[in-house]
């Protein structure tokens, strides 16, 4: 088979637009041909689960678990903020729960972490995050000292962000003890338009 390089513009910048060379081991000699553009990849606000008619959230509906992992897996976006790359890891790591990888899941969970948490709604993101984790670590008191620090913040009146509400869903995982994630996930997203609740 002909070995495929890139061809350099004037500037040494590879320009994926431009056509590609091959060199022919047979004959021995260079000859252009045409590069596949791929389409631009779908907007990440259209993508993830959040979006009523996104891929993912089809997928997912039709339990359709390995096929959703695989269509994140293969998301590009050269343009994702650090919050979105935290929102796609988030997402990732619900499908291969609701797989039941659960090494995988916690894995990627841990990728959503926000490492220097500063604000209030950094702090409750990972402590929402840390609860997901229990939950699939089968640590049923530290989940339900999460899910319980993340309850009592949203008490306080001034306390609404985007995190505190969806502290309902935790407690729906805590009351249906030896529910797969999947069950639980199923009743409590596909009942609602879910909450996008990492992009910051």
């Known amino acids: 088979l002909p070995i495929k390089f890139k061809v350099l513009n004037d500037n040494n910048s590879s320009d994926d637009t431009a056509s590609s060379a091959s060199l022919s081991p047979k004959f021995g000699f260079l000859f252009k041909a045409p590069v596949v553009v791929e389409p631009p990849a779908l907007a990440f606000e259209k993508f993830i689960p959040t979006h009523i008619n996104s ?4 997928l997912i509906e039709d339990n359709k678990y390995t096929e959703a992992t695989a ?15 935290r929102n796609l890891h988030f997402y990732l790591a619900q499908c291969y ?19 220097e948490p500063t604000s209030s709604l950094e702090k ?15 640590d049923a008191d530290e989940f339900e000292a999460l899910t319980k620090k993340l309850i009592d913040i949203k008490k306080i009146p001034e306390n609404n962000d985007c995190i505190l ?3 309902d869903e935790l407690s729906l995982f805590s009351k249906k003890p030896g529910s797969s994630f999947a069950e639980i996930y199923q009743e409590v997203h596909l009942s609602k338009q879910p909450i996008s609740h990492l992009e910051y």
């Open 55 to 58: 891929p993912v959230r089809a």
């Open 71 to 85: 269509k994140i897996l293969t998301y590009e976006d050269k343009e994702l903020t650090a919050g979105q790359k």
């Open 97 to 115: 729960a609701l797989e039941n990888l659960i090494a995988p899941a916690v894995h990627t969970f841990k990728q959503a972490l926000i490492k």
């Open 124 to 138: 409750n993101h990972n402590t929402y995050i840390h609860a997901y984790i229990a939950f699939l670590m089968q």
């Open 165 to 167: 509400a969806n502290t």
